[in-house]
């Protein structure tokens, strides 16, 4: 039975940012602490984390919430993590790194990741529920084999960040099967490693952690526990990925409900009971826990194709410039935007997409290429959804959080590409808050991630609906707009 004071803390491991969410026995979050995370970026697509400087920000952080935890009177009963997902590090024999973690940013397998794709990207896709990409860890690990094979060679162990967090803590070093789920190496229907893809990437299973499932817990060593004030033996949750716990953060897990995150990228993910991807292999499918399956799609370009609007546009505030944009029709005058200027994720998984703007005219100004490409991510969004509901998951509602969804026009867009309202919910600590729920449930508190109770999640404190005209528009135009990728995609080849 659940005691009032006491306390889960919920460790997301971000790409940018380290979060610690503590949240009672009501499954509410009382108190959240964060601390950076700097992601290194540089030459040839490298992006990466220091291990050493994101376990000291994990420390510090988890330090500060137990003594604010112990200020409030709250005993912390459990330990469970969340990660960003396709991280990749290699260990020596003693556990210690050889090599910064590689983030999902990291292209430096963008040419790899191309050969695979085309020579049997379909088959591992299906196999594994995960894209052929340059964020894949078995991308990143061919890259290792093929650009670094003295240090491929003396590797002990590949792992994730999250597990070598984890594995500082408990002495124990073991992979999720949601995490795994989206590294490429996981079979989704046998729930091991995939023999076809170990073979692409280079790489034996016992030279990749041992699997356990999301609620599996593990005694915290005695020496973490003096450092952070808590009692050696305390269960430590190996938790999950940050998508699939972002869509239990917002409390959609229900079928047919979706969650939306718009921040610089987005996201658009639904929870089913089995896994597989659709006929085309145009969405993931990655594990949350307790036999929940995430299908969906992540849009490199979301909020940044403002930001780089104002930019590009003289300099001018982004707030202003969405002002602007506000008053122009849907479907701006007739100016179509493919938004790719990172590249491109969900559906295409193309890192080579580029950008554009079709139809452009002596009449249009700023603030039609803005909407242009406001809407063309409302509509990457939508194709997302499509792809999602062709796997055999349609969508019927939308619980959508993010930086974005503050601007009126950017809700407004969206939710008339989806054709749907957008019923826009407070961030109470993303995956974090997801982690610490999924902490409950591996304590015995309840019996299923379903049998949560409904008031665990707070209402939307708004619902934006589809405006028909803008719907009807960005319909119409949708079909040219898949056009113009196929033929910019041939052109550029």
Known sequence: MNEVGEVVLGIDLGTTATKVVAVDAAYRPVSTVERPAPLRSG???????????????????????TERCARLGLTVRGLSFSAALHTLLALDASGEPLTPALSWADTRAADIARRLRAERGEALHRATGTPVHPMAPLAKLAWFAAHEPELFRRTATWCGMKDYVLSRFTGRLVTDLSCASATGLLDIHTGDWHGPALEAAGVRAERLPELVPPTTTFPLLPGPAAEFGLPAGLPVVAGAGDGPLANLAVGATAPATAALSLGTSGALRVVRDRPGVDDRCRVFCYLLADGLWVLGGAVSNAGVVAQWAAESFGGVDVADLLKEAAGIEPGSEGLTALPHLLGERAPWWDPDARGALIGLRHGHGRAHMT???????????????????????????????????????????????????????????????????????????????????????????????????????????RPRMERCYELLRDLSA
């Open 43 to 65: 030459r040839g697509g490298e992006a990466v984390h220091a291990p050493a400087t994101v376990l000291a920000g994990v420390a510090d952080a988890l330090r500060e919430s």
């Open 371 to 477: 909407r242009a490409m406001i809407e063309g991510v409302g509509q990457q969004l939508a194709l997302v959804r499509d792809s999602v509901a062709a796997a055999g998951a349609p969508i019927a509602s939308v619980r959508a959080t993010g930086g974005a969804l503050r601007s009126s026009l950017w809700a407004e867009i969206v939710a008339a590409a989806l054709d749907m309202p957008l019923e826009i919910t407070d961030d109470t600590g993303g995956s974090g808050f997801g982690a610490a729920l999924l902490g409950w449930r591996a304590l015995g508190t309840v019996s299923h991630l379903s049998a949560l109770p409904a008031d665990v999640w707070t209402r939307p404190h708004r619902t934006v609906s589809p405006d028909p005209v803008a719907v009807r528009r960005m319909a119409q135009t």
